[in-house]
């Protein structure tokens, strides 16, 4: 059984950092590209980052790009995402989530449960 | 960057009924477009992939249609568990955007 499990999420004062890591088990974690996507309360989703099999290639959205920063240990099966510089419009339901091929480029079949980060002085 | 549109933003509908929610996107995506369900307190679920392909398990009420930049998703019977948002997505080399979302509910 697939599970992603994610952790680090937390109220956090504007200006400052956390780190989200995502636990991945019951599939071959360097087989397929992996994605955090976010939702903000009460507000629909909004892809934030996706990084390929082997790390090799990566993207941002617009809203975070040069703040937030995707990275996966293979060895550890788990994804991370550091968040620098957070603002109040970061807060949200952060999901893990596993795409359906290696280059991320398909659909997204599997998703965590999410962890909230709370931006707020 | 694209940009996605989807409509009506919520409908209400009795069981039975036929359900029918329009995605556009701001260029052509050929058929690189996505449909998610998700209900009240959990994560979302892929129902359809590359515009009309069925995920496994997923039931044959479920369908969608459409190329490059109109898409359409269909509910052919709605059933008290299809209450839902909706969300379309399209990907572009490991570039995704998400519709606004179609909230769906009982008449």
Redesign the interface.
Known sequence: EVQLVESGGGLVQPGRSLRLSCAASGFTFDDY?M?W?RQAPGK????VS?I?WNGG???Y??SVKGRLTISRDNAKNSLYLQMNSLRPEDTALY?CVKD?ER???????Q????TLVTVSS | DIQMTQSPSSLSASVGDRVTITCQASQDIANYLNWYQQKPGKAPKVLIYDVSNLETGVPSRFSGSGSGTDFTFTISSLQPEDIATYYCQQHDNLLFTFGPGTKVDLK
């Open positions: 590209a994605h996507v629909g989703l909004e892809w996706g390929t290639s990566i993207g959205a617009d999901y359906r280059y991320g480029n398909y659909y997204f079949d998703w965590g449960q999410g």
